[in-house]
């Protein structure tokens, strides 16, 4: 990061901190004081403190301090925190005189877990082992406990069933996270805030990372300091919250009724030592490191909340760099500048093939000595990202009964991720000078700069009519993602001495706009049934999709048919002939005006929800929600859950429910072309909308419909003495339709000749198809217990999970004989194989950890702070999208390419073994409001498995074929999907109270 922006940030944090403080001592009157645990005097944060007959409240802070602004009287004060005995305090309020009132509370001797929201109707509050379906609860502590510093990446090292990583050379998925529960998609969980829908984005990931042709939430967008708490319902609940909700629902809760101020600045860098094994020509491997110091953190957050006469205001922000990092091996492909790119050219006629690829190699050497090229020419890591965030919370009491809350929120995100290096003999893609020599003489390694605008506006009101509670809510959310691409060019283009080497290439935006209407009342007893919940509702919501073209410049070249030389062999050489000039600006062709679409539906639902007790002992709820949508028609989604408790330490609980996700106007409408490197090698592939005559008619796609599910989960939950609590939960979840982007169909395949889009190598589209099968459990244990002067807290999470593809559902078309068996030859070129092939359905099934446990211990005592973390990431299966085990009728394998076991089992379809990554964070507290957090991600420097470098690819070999492998050149040396690449991180924090 650059020495004046930082400046500027600590400068910005300075001031921010220093206003804030002084705004708080002049408001700071009344009442304050810190509330903590009576057994072991540590702090509690989130506690409630009520003033008796009023809504006059506070919430305690980091710090666990709270401050109540009240007019002088007698006053009582209610504290509280779930799991704890409420304590009633006597208070005299002088006329010009603050008063400080600290309290110790007693831990109850029914210890529960944390009171939820998320997955009832009902406003009758139950900790995480009372409810009728799995929540997970994350707290403030969980949030900021850490080295990580945004949403997605906490939830990941803290929500068992969570899977979020980032990845890296896939476009606009270098920016935005794309998230996962239970294994499933990240467009099949539904995202809310304050308990209400967020809006997606307008971004479609379609470059090979997990979610690939899906659409998610950027949960990053929202601040950490705006969040009282997360939580993870892992159930299905398309019944009681609408379409997406097949995996569950993610709730974020904001903080409100606070009082206090709280600031923190963070700052961190990898302090990593990245060992990895190249092979050698002659066989055996040389092992290589490098001692890296990348990718700082600088953030500043702070979270301030004001008194608005009887209502309450929060406002949270953040402002964060995030440098990139480099986890790249060297380029081992024979040649840079002579020859071709990638590999070998053909032996020219009359020449020894041994004889001319070494002299190829020698001359291209001499090439990189004399230019001092460097052939780790790639940058494969976390993207750099500048993010900032403001979010603010509040509400205002109207009458008697009435309350006016409001939430409003926006980020802006400016990040620069890499593509593919284009080497010198990549001909049909560098741009050239007005004389014919190249503009790049040493290749280069075009960006993707991403701006990424989020908005939100929640506005609602909350009444009683008579005995019924009402709530009327406009919720409206926007996201843009504008794409502009740095150091490249398009090749197309005239020789010029002046090449455009920046370009605009579009942008995506998306914008929702939802309005609830939600009655429900509350039946204390009604015969056998205790606290009888009715609940129904209404929601009306628009979604609108947009695509804007880029700069003509950004992809034309298509209809020009410029022809370029091809690298000589020699150096000094003429070129042995001419190739295309690759159209539109290179790692990413803008959007182009026939790509431009601007779509909207709009959707209807109703829901009924009722949920009681019978005798006290078994909790029923049955829901119903009726959805239709103006693309795609009408369903009837329902569900039914239950607890019984068998004894009082014992509950038992299960769901069955119906589920059901429209797709998304992005995945109806997407339409472009990316630049995906396939074996190394560069293609364009067209990406057609569900409607263009490529996909109609061409290849057969059949009209997109909606996903449909079935949910089953059986748990049981337990609270075993005062502290230990533990829930077990399984789970079976059956899609079918399921929408996924499909295959690489090719020129040759689709039978494209040669003025049929030019430029174009593969044709790509979203189809519903496949069914699938996720089923597993979750365990999760927690221990409270005074060990020593201090409290130690121990929790296990633990989840197993399996995805499994039962069908893949090509239409007729793509099923025809004539596309597939009666076409003989390779059956990687059938349509039935290339519609949804291996790799795919390994990215589904085994592309993330098949299990994950996480384990943690905290020891608070008087100041001092240690949290301990490991989590277990499972292992992770890829697999090449080619058939490796396909044979011809004389028994010889199709693609010989792939070196096998003695078992004829193919290197290159790779399992990645578990990993155990540790963190461990030591916080101090100097006063009661500054306190020290120092502390690791990753301690012990723990990287996955490397990707398998095929041997004959060792650099300097004259048998050399990149396809053998998927590390792209020996570039890629990891994957992404066990908890990153990146190695060791150490931080500081600094947290300010008041």
């Known amino acids: 990061m650059s020495n004046l922006y930082s400046g500027k940030l600590l400068q910005a944090a300075f001031f921010a901190i220093a206003w804030l403080f002084s705004i708080t001592i002049a408001c700071a009157q009344g009442i304050t004081g810190r509330i903590t645990d009576k057994t072991s005097g540590s702090i509690i944060p989130g506690a409630t403190v ?8 506070a919430t305690t802070d980091a710090e666990g301090v709270y401050r109540l602004s009240v007019s002088p009287g007698v006053y009582n004060l209610r504290f509280s925190f779930v799991g704890y005995e409420a304590l009633t305090l006597p208070v005299t309020i002088p006329a010009g005189e603050p008063v400080t009132l600290d309290a110790a509370i007693q831990e109850s001797s029914s210890r529960l877990n944390e009171v939820v929201v998320v997955g009832s109707r009902a406003a009758t509050a139950r900790t995480n082992i009372q409810t009728v379906a799995p929540v997970d609860v994350i707290s403030t502590k969980d949030l900021k406990g850490f ?64 979610g690939r042709g899906s659409v998610g939430t950027d949960m990053n967008a ?5 969040i009282e708490r997360i939580e993870v319902l892992r159930d299905g609940a398309a019944a009681q919250y609408g379409s997406d909700a097949i995996a569950g629902v993610i709730n974020v809760v904001l903080k409100k009724n606070y009082t206090g101020l709280t600031a923190s600045l963070t700052a961190g860098q990898s302090f990593t030592n990245m060992k990895y094994d190249v092979p050698l020509v002659g066989g055996g491997t040389e092992q290589r490191s490098q001692s ?85 020419n790639m940058i494969i890591g976390n993207s750099s990202a500048r993010n900032y965030g403001l979010f603010v919370n509040g509400s205002l009491p109207v009458g008697v009964n009435g309350n ?82 740095l150091n490249s060019a398009n090749a197309s283009l005239p020789n010029s001495n002046t090449q455009q080497t920046e370009f605009y290439a579009g942008k995506l935006l998306f914008n929702q706009n939802t309005t609830n209407l939600d009655f429900s009342r509350l039946y204390a007893q009604v015969g056998a049934i205790t606290g009888l919940n009715l609940a129904a509702g209404a929601e009306y919501r628009r979604d609108q999709f947009q695509i804007e073209a880029g700069e003509p410049n950004s992809y034309i070249g298509a209809s020009i048919g410029k022809t370029v030389p091809t690298a000589p062999f020699t150096i000094g050489g003429t070129s042995p002939g001419t190739t295309l000039a690759l159209p539109g600006s290179q790692v990413f062709p803008g959007y182009q005006p026939t790509d431009a679409i601007n779509a909207s539906r709009h959707n209807v639902s109703l829901y009924a929800d009722v949920e009681g007790e019978l005798f006290r002992r078994l909790l029923l709820d049955l829901a119903g929600r009726y959805e239709n949508y103006s693309d795609f028609g009408s369903k009837l989604t329902g569900k039914l859950a239950g607890r019984l408790r068998l004894i009082d330490a014992l509950n038992i609980r299960g769901a069955i429910s119906t589920g059901f996700r429209a797709p998304s106007l992005h995945q109806r409408y997407f339409q472009n072309t990316s630049t995906q490197f396939v074996s190394g090698n560069p293609s364009n592939t067209l990406t057609v909308n569900n409607e263009n005559p490529i996909a109609r008619q061409v290849i057969g796609v059949n009209a997109l419909k909606p996903e449909t599910s079935v949910n089953y989960t059986l748990g049981l939950t337990s609270q075993i003495g005062r502290q230990f609590t533990i829930t077990i939960d399984a789970y079976l979840i059956d899609i079918n339709d399921r929408i996924l982007y499909s295959g690489a169909f090719s020129r040759s395949v689709l039978g494209f000749g040669a003025n049929d889009y030019v430029g174009i190598n593969n044709v790509r589209f979203f189809a519903n198809a496949a069914n699938t099968r996720t089923k597993g459990i979750d365990i999760v244990a927690t221990e409270r217990l005074k060990a020593g002067p201090g409290q130690l807290t121990l929790t296990a999470a633990i989840n197993f999970n399996q995805n499994k593809v039962l069908s893949i559902n090509p239409s007729d078309v793509i099923n025809s004989p004539a596309n597939n068996e009666n076409k003989g030859g390779n059956p990687d070129t059938w349509f039935r194989n ?14 993330q950890p098949q299990n994950k446990i996480n384990l943690s211990a905290s020891y608070t005592i008087g ?52 990993i155990w990554v540790t963190d461990l964070t030591a916080n101090y507290r100097f006063t009661k409001a500054i306190s020290l957090s120092l502390g ?56 300010a109270s008041f």
């Open 404 to 485: 006016l809350y409001f939430t409003a929120g926006a980020s802006f995100r400016t990040g620069t991720g890499y593509g593919n290096n284009r080497v010198p003999a990549s001909r049909a893609q560098q741009p050239l000078n007005a004389d014919g020599s190249l503009y790049y003489p040493d290749g280069f390694l075009p960006a993707i700069q991403s701006k990424i605008n989020d908005q939100s506006l929640l506005v609602g009101y909350k009444t009683k009519l008579g005995q019924w509670n009402m709530d009327l809510s406009n919720t409206f959310g926007r996201n843009s993602f504008r794409f502009d691409v």
């Open 292 to 376: 890296l110091r990348d990718g700082g953190v600088l953030q500043f957050d702070f979270s301030k909340g004001f008194r608005l006469g009887k209502g309450s205001l929060t406002v949270a922000g953040q402002v964060q760099e995030r440098g990139r990092t480099n986890r790249s091996g060297p380029d081992n492909a024979p040649t840079e500048y002579l020859g071709a790119a990638g590999g070998f050219p053909s032996t020219p006629t009359g020449q020894n093939q041994n004889d001319f690829r070494s002299k190829l190699i020698a001359d291209d050497q001499t090439l990189i000595a004399q230019r001092g090229y460097n052939r780790q």
């Open 834 to 847: 290339i519609f949804f092939d291996r790799s795919q359905v390994a990215l589904l099934e085994t592309g």
């Open 936 to 991: 690791a991600n990753n301690l012990f420097d723990v990287y996955p498995d490397q990707l398998y470098i095929d041997p004959r690819n060792a650099l300097g070999t004259l048998d050399y074929a990149s396809g053998r492998d998927a590390s792209n050149r020996g570039r890629f040396l990891f994957g992404s999907n066990q908890g990153g690449f990146n190695g060791r991180f150490l931080f500081a924090r600094l947290t």
């Open 147 to 210: 080295a990580q510093t945004d949403v997605s990446q906490i939830l990941n090292f803290v929500a068992p069933s969570f899977n979020s990583n980032r990845q890296t050379v896939t476009d606009g998925t270098d920016h935005v996270d794309p998230a996962s529960l239970r294994g499933l998609g990240p467009d099949q969980v539904l995202v809310l805030v304050n308990g209400k829908r967020r809006h997606t984005t307008a971004l479609v990931n379609i470059n090979g990372s997990v």
């Open 222 to 226: 929202i601040p950490v300091a705006a």
């Open 863 to 914: 100041k001092f702070d240690l949290t301990l973390r490991t989590v277990r990431f499972g292992s992770v299966t890829n697999k090449t999208n080619l058939d490796p085990y396909a044979k011809n009728a004389s028994g010889a394998y199709y693609n010989s390419q792939f070196a096998r076991t003695e078992s004829g089992d193919p290197y290159i379809d790779q399992t990645f073994n578990p």
């Open 50 to 57: 009520l003033v008796v007959g009023s809504t006059t409240g």
